[in-house]
């Protein structure tokens, strides 16, 4: 049973256009969400994260949307670049605790 | 940005032998994790560890596993004996601090494969 689901599991996307990343979580003590990002051959890195006192989280062209009562997010990349493709990973905790609960990861592709 | 080390990169071994998983944390940092990743699916946790004990470990953390970070060296995963099942990407993890929005600063990963 997975308690993080990510969708779509790829995503093609020309350079200029907005990628959309799906989440969703199954448990409502979950009340911190981060998303890191991986590029191929190394580490996956923290790139924006929201709690659910906020419905929204901007960073540049990253925007987190959070709907806590459909529990479900989406990242949003605005004017995407080629530099942005990598897989992207939805992730969940509580915030008595770190330990990170990952969902499949969705990769993403930006065609020049 | 702060940097995890693992070493190694990937190793091949032959099942029921024994391997250690290696990791350098970041250098001022007290929470330690590892997370395993089998191809095609997420990163699962396996384990945290804190002052030199374990705080929290889920069910993939088996009897076989141990961790430990003797005199603030490697923090090692061990697996004695190995299984074909633990083949997989193991990540470590490294924190300054336990709670939800401390950042957790990830390695590039050790592959193992059990044959």
């Known amino acids: 049973q997975q308690q993080v689901r990510q969708s779509p599991q790829s995503l093609t996307v020309w350079e200029g256009e907005t990628a959309i990343l799906n989440c969703s979580y199954e448990?409502?003590?979950?009340?911190?969400f981060p998303w890191y990002w991986q590029f191929p051959r190394e580490s996956p890195a923290l790139l924006i994260a929201i709690r659910p006192v906020s419905n929204k989280k901007e960073d540049g062209r990253f925007t987190i949307f959070f709907n806590k009562r459909e529990k479900k997010l989406s990242l949003h990349i605005t004017d995407s670049q080629p530099g942005d493709s990598a897989t992207y990973f939805c992730a969940a905790s509580r915030s008595a605790g770190n330990k990170l609960t990952f969902g499949i990861g969705t990769r993403v592709l930006v065609r020049p | 940005g702060p940097k995890v080390l693992q070493i190694p990169s990937h190793q091949i071994i032959d099942m029921g032998q024994m391997v250690t998983l290696n990791c350098d944390p970041v250098?001022?940092?007290?929470?330690f994790y590892w997370y395993k990743q089998i191809l095609g699916q997420q990163m699962e946790f396996l384990v945290n560890f804190y002052n030199g004990k374990v705080m929290e470990k889920s069910k993939l953390f088996k009897d076989q596993f141990s961790v430990e970070r003797p005199d603030g060296s490697y923090f090692t995963l061990k697996i004695q004996p190995t299984a074909l099942e633990d083949s997989a990407v193991y990540f470590c993890?490294?924190?300054?601090?336990?709670?939800?929005?401390?950042?957790?600063?990830f390695g590039e990963g050790s592959r193992l494969i059990v044959v």
């Open positions: 993890a490294s924190s300054l601090g336990q709670h939800s929005g401390n950042t957790l600063y």
């Open positions: 250098s001022n940092h007290l929470y």
């Open positions: 448990d409502s003590t979950f009340d911190y």
